[in-house]
C-alpha cells in the first residue's frame, strides 16, 4: 500500500478517506484535521491559555503535543482519580511528558475535592463508576479553569467518542444532551468556561496512530472500570459498522452536527444559576457534585 | 510468528509469512481497531509478516466516562 500523497510505503490506511499515507504525511493530516476544528468552532486563538484536560492516555497527550507544536500557550490538567495503579502510572505518563516539554501541569485529586477516590466513590453511591467519574471531571476541569482565569478547557475526545455518546443519547432520546453534543460549547455563564474538543475529526485509529509515530508513552491499559461500560459497548457496535461501511461513524457525527443539531438546539432553554454551596454552575439550587460530595462524606465518615 | 495482544498483555502463536489482514481475520479483530505494529514501525493490512517476526496489535478503543457535556 502506498501513500496517496508521495508514493512511499503507507503506514496507516484510512479506510473511510479510502486512502493511506506514510508517517511523515499522515502527521501533517493530522495537524491539518486540528487546525480546521480549531478554526471552523473558533475554538481558542494563540493569545489565550488553553486548559488541556489530560489523562495519560493516547489522546489527551496527543491533542497536548499538536497544541505545543502549534504553538498555542497551554497549560496541562491532570485529575487523579485514585483508581489504583492505573491512577500511579497515568499520572507519571502526564508528568513525564509535561517535564520533558516544560509546559506547566496542575493535579488535582478528586479524593480531595469529593471525599473520596473513585473506587469508594462508586462502592458507596453504587452509580456506576464512569457517572462519578465524569461528573468530577466536568465539574473539576471548570472549576479549575476558572481558579487559573483560563477561559478555555481542551479534551482529548476523538470521532469515536463522540458518535459513541451521540449513538447512546439517540438511544435513549435524551432530549437535553442532544443540543449540548458539539465540538465546542460556548461559555453561557459568566462561571462556565469554554469547552472545546479539537480531535472530534479525527478517529481513535488516527489519535493513536498520532501517538505512536510520535513516540508520546501513553498509558496503553485500560481503566479497570471501563470494561463493561455503556459507552465501550456502543464503540464496539459501531466499529462493526465502520467495518462494513467506511465512513459510517464519520456520516453519523458529521450529519447530526450539520443537520439535525440546530433542531434540538432550539428546543434548548435552561436556565442556569449558582449552586448554593460552591457558587458553581447548576441547573437547580445545589449543584451535582456538591451533593455527590456530600453523599460520599455522609458515607466514608 | 509471535502475536502481542493488550489488555491484558499475552501472546500468541500463529502461522506466519501471511498479510496482517490475513492474521486479524484468524484472530477475529476488526482492523480498525488495532494498530498493528512491526518492529518499531506501523504496516498497513497488506504487509506480509514472516515466520521469525513478531507484530503487536494495541488496541485503540478506550471509554468510560465518555463525552457527555
Redesign the interface.
Known amino acids: ?1 502506498k501513500c496517496r500523497k508521495c508514493g512511499a510505503p ?4 484510512l ?1 473511510r478517506h479510502n486512502a ?1 499515507f506514510c ?1 511523515p504525511d499522515f502527521l501533517e493530516f493530522f495537524r491539518n484535521q486540528v487546525r480546521e476544528a480549531i478554526r471552523k468552532h473558533r475554538m481558542f486563538t494563540k493569545d489565550e491559555q488553553v486548559l488541556v484536560a489530560v489523562s495519560g ?3 489527551s497527550l496527543a491533542l497536548w503535543d499538536v497544541l505545543i507544536d502549534e504553538g498555542y500557550r497551554t497549560t496541562g490538567l491532570y485529575l487523579d482519580l485514585g483508581i489504583f495503579d492505573y491512577s500511579v502510572e497515568s499520572k507519571a505518563r502526564c508528568e513525564k511528558f509535561a517535564a520533558a516539554r516544560s509546559v506547566p501541569l496542575i493535579i488535582s485529586a478528586v479524593a480531595e475535592e469529593v471525599g473520596a477516590p473513585v473506587p469508594v466513590i462508586q462502592s458507596v453511591t453504587r452509580r456506576p ?3 462519578g ?2 461528573l468530577s ?2 465539574y473539576l476541569m471548570n472549576r479549575v479553569a476558572l481558579e487559573h482565569e483560563i477561559p478555555v478547557v481542551a ?1 482529548g ?1 476523538n470521532l ?3 458518535a ?2 451521540l449513538f ?1 443519547s439517540v438511544m435513549h432520546w435524551q432530549m437535553d ?1 442532544l443540543p ?3 465540538p465546542a ?1 460556548p461559555s453561557t455563564h459568566p462561571k462556565l468556561v469554554r ?1 472545546v ?1 479539537p480531535l472530534y475529526r479525527l ?3 488516527e ?3 498520532f501517538a ?2 510520535r513516540k508520546i508513552d501513553y498509558i ?4 479497570p ?2 470494561a463493561g ?1 455503556t ?2 459497548a456502543h ?2 457496535i459501531l ?2 459498522m ?2 462494513a461501511s467506511p465512513g459510517a461513524k464519520h456520516n453519523f457525527l458529521f450529519g447530526f452536527l450539520d443537520r439535525a443539531r440546530p433542531a434540538f438546539e432550539q428546543a434548548e432553554g435552561v436556565a442556569l444559576n449558582e449552586c448554593a454551596r460552591c457558587g458553581q454552575v447548576t441547573t437547580g439550587t445545589i449543584c451535582a457534585f456538591c451533593k455527590l460530595s456530600d453523599q460520599v462524606k455522609r458515607r466514608v465518615s | 510468528m509471535k502475536v502481542i495482544l493488550r489488555n491484558p498483555r499475552r501472546e500468541v502463536d500463529v502461522a506466519g509469512n501471511r498479510r496482517v489482514k490475513e492474521i486479524l481475520r484468524e484472530l477475529a479483530i476488526v482492523p480498525e481497531t488495532v494498530l498493528v505494529i512491526c518492529g518499531d514501525a506501523l504496516v498497513t493490512a497488506d504487509h506480509i509478516v514472516r515466520d521469525d517476526e513478531t507484530i503487536e496489535l494495541r488496541p485503540v478503543m478506550s471509554g468510560g466516562a465518555g463525552s457527555r457535556p
Not at chain 1, 503507507?10 to 490506511?13: D, I, K, Q, S, V
Not at chain 1, 496503553?220 to 481503566?223: G, P, S, T
Request: net charge negative; proline share 2%; with cysteine.
Open positions: 500500500m503507507a503506514a496507516l490506511e479506510r493511506a508517517e492516555g493516547k489522546d463508576p464512569c457517572s467519574c465524569g471531571k466536568r479534551t475526545h469515536d467518542d463522540e459513541a455518546t447512546g444532551a449540548r453534543q458539539s460549547l469547552r474538543k478517529s481513535e485509529l489519535t493513536a496512530a505512536f509515530m496503553v491499559e485500560e481503566c472500570f471501563a461500560a459507552s465501550i464503540k464496539e466499529s462493526r465502520e467495518a
